[in-house]
């Protein structure tokens, strides 16, 4: 029964939006690896809405690429339609979204793994790990085949025992009416991993040829050339728009008249939804005072006619999902494609993991994405890139990469799920960041770039233009904190044009911009630089003067917690010699295991009082080593 089937420094089971980037990070650092799917056919696949960023997400997709990534690069090919958020508020929340081809996205990332060196994707549903000495060594298949590794990452999305639910009718199934991972979830349950049940959801697809769109609001995408990746130097013009209509009264009416038969009101979906993307009929009820809700039409590519009814999610019954779809405007003769749908999955507790994303139970085993508790692909993708890294580094005996809260959103996103752990689908907001003015779109370059090239998945070409540019910031920004601008007649006329008062006095370049309708085209103009300055450069200088004031305020917040994140606490401390404390702080510090005081007082259920009787325990211990 079965045949060995190889062996591997990592093995990577799912190939979605998470397993992609684990396994293209682990291949390109050096590591053997293997990439094991249910369906070659679903690598990258988006079973949800084909879009990449928005708000917080957009940062992430940044951020996965500034570390050597992929997903930024295979959206900048692949996208129908790029738009930048926000753009009427200031840099901490300016997002990034673009529109997936969901088909090209799929093939272009799946070119991408089939043609990297080191990896190996193959067609193989894993039914069980390989344990022995509370290590993990590999997996076994359906088939039978058991391929060994020194490192194992579990990225299996929303397959595990996923159950699709539409109205009274439930079947196992994973997205999209794909194969299911039943004996994995219960083999996970069988190692005394603990698993919760979660439920996401997607809208109606319909056939854009019946479509109305004079009675919808087209949504088009930007003029100006927009890219998530660092790389990217090609840009598509033509892009495709989305379109803007409403539900209404009518609509309200339907669903109200139909709860009796919507299986999350019946009591038949037992998985949490998540709460920042609630099903229309969630909507309806709690939100029972909007006269109408937004729903945008999108396309799903350039070559199909399905378009995705985004703000319609719901489970209800098909015959319900054609009543509502006919009382939108645009949609009175509209046909539908595929229904809408609920699926219901298991997640693993993420506090059982540490921050490398390795599972504290078993050695060696990682997990990423949507089985940590997760929504969305980029998410995924973010815990898919440093899952990747830190199993590689494992392997190649390198330090693990831990980003902490001030350095990165994917930093926030993995200290929120292993310390806190999440109760409902966990999603990133740019309010969960409290550094969020430094994590910004604009600066992910800045902030990680340094990273992805040590741990060698930043090329010597792409650092050394990284270089040139952060020394072109510094020099630009030393040139207006020292040069003098000397009142003028021109001068001021400049400044009344631009809405601005006029000067008495001379001031310093720097204190000029800082003025909020003052940019840096209008200081080029009165100061020119001795040399070409590029337009992501003049960027970065305009924002690190105009809010220097605020970003140092958030370096001195940063600098107080990092001291509270130096203070390491050995894994192994035993909580419950430590009087004082209280009990709900014990059992709660007892199970994540904080790896530092900074990292414990984020703790749900610890309070600042357990935290200061941890420092003064902690103090004594290192006192009675010194004065052994």
């Not at 650092?29 to 879009?51: E, H, Q, R, W, Y």
């Not at 729903?295 to 378009?307: A, D, H, K």
């Not at 809260?405 to 994917?410: D, E, G, K, L, V």
């Not at 958030?554 to 130096?566: A, C, P, T």
Request: with cysteine; net charge negative.
């Amino acid at each position: 029964m079965g045949y060995e089937g190889g062996e591997f420094d990592v093995i990577v089971v799912g190939a979605g939006h998470a397993g992609s980037e684990a396994g293209l990070a682990a291949a390109r650092m050096g590591a053997k690896t293997l990439m094991l799917t249910i369906n070659l056919d679903a690598v990258a696949f988006m079973p949800c809405n084909p879009s990449v960023g928005g708000p917080a997400k957009g940062v992430v997709v940044r951020e996965i690429d500034a570390l050597g990534g992929e997903m930024g690069r295979n959206v900048d090919k692949t996208h129908i339609q790029m738009r930048m958020l926000n753009t009427g508020k200031g840099p901490a929340v300016r997002a990034l979204r673009a529109q997936a081809d969901k088909f090209m996205y799929q093939h272009e990332m799946k070119k991408t793994i089939e043609e990297q060196e080191n990896l190996l994707l193959r067609q193989a549903m894993v039914e069980k790990l390989i344990i022995e000495d509370g290590e993990c060594k590999g997996v076994i298949t359906q088939t039978g085949a058991t391929y060994r590794a020194k490192t194992v990452i579990v990225t299996t999305g929303t397959y595990l025992r996923g159950k699709i639910i539409i109205g009274d009718l439930m079947y196992e199934s994973g997205p999209n009416n794909m194969q299911p991972s039943v004996e994995l979830s219960n083999h996970l349950q069988e190692l005394g991993f603990e698993l919760v049940r979660f439920k996401t959801g997607t809208p109606p697809r319909v056939n854009g040829n019946s479509i109305d769109y004079s009675k919808t609001e087209i949504q088009p995408g930007d003029d100006v050339p927009r890219a998530f990746s660092y790389e990217t130097t090609k840009y598509i013009t033509d892009q495709l728009p989305c379109w803007l209509t409403y539900t209404g009264e009518e609509t309200h009416n339907i669903i109200n008249n139909n709860l009796h038969r919507s299986p999350m009101f019946s009591g038949v979906i037992e998985g949490t939804g998540a709460r920042y993307c609630p099903s229309i009929e969630d909507k309806i009820v709690r939100f029972n005072d909007k006269p109408r809700h937004q729903i945008f039409l999108e396309p799903e590519g350039r070559n199909t006619s399905e378009v995705y009814v985004q703000g319609l999610s719901t489970s209800l019954p098909e015959d319900v999902q054609f009543k509502i779809l006919k009382t939108i405007p645009g949609l009175e003769e509209v046909r539908l494609m595929r229904p809408g749908y609920a699926i219901e999955y298991d997640a693993i507790v993420p506090t059982q993991l540490w921050p490398t994303l390795e599972t504290k139970k078993v050695k060696n085993l990682f997990t990423a994405g949507q089985i940590n508790g997760t929504s969305g692909y980029e998410e995924a993708g973010a815990q898919g890139i440093i899952a990747g890294i830190n199993a590689a580094c494992k392997v190649l005996g390198k330090e693990p990469l831990i980003l902490d809260r001030s350095q990165a959103y994917i930093g926030v996103l993995i200290d929120d799920l292993v310390t806190k752990g999440t109760n409902e689908p966990y999603r990133l907001l740019t309010s969960r960041a409290e550094h969020r003015l430094l994590l910004r779109h604009d600066n992910a370059d800045l902030r990680l770039t340094e990273t992805g090239y040590k741990v060698g998945l930043i090329s010597e070409e792409r650092y050394a233009n990284f270089t040139k540019k952060k020394e072109l910031i510094e020099q630009e920004l030393q040139r207006l904190n020292k040069e003098i601008i000397k009142v003028s007649d021109e001068l001021n006329a400049l400044l009344e044009e631009a809405g601005s008062t006029p000067l008495k006095d001379a001031v310093k370049a720097a204190a000029l911009l800082k003025r909020p309708e003052i940019n840096y085209e209008h200081i080029a103009k009165i100061t020119p630089a001795d040399i070409e300055v590029p337009d992501d450069v003049a960027e970065q200088v305009e924002i690190q003067v105009k809010y220097a004031g605020y970003i140092e305020k958030q370096w001195q917040q940063v600098e107080r917690m990092k001291k509270m994140d130096d203070k390491k606490i050995p894994v192994d401390l035993d909580y419950d010699k430590i009087s004082g404390i209280a009990t709900e702080a014990r059992q709660k510090l007892s199970e994540v295991k904080p790896l530092s005081v900074g990292q414990a007082s984020r703790v749900s259920g610890v309070n600042p009082a357990d935290i200061s009787i941890l420092l003064v325990y902690l103090e004594q211990g290192r006192l009675a080593k010194t004065n052994k």
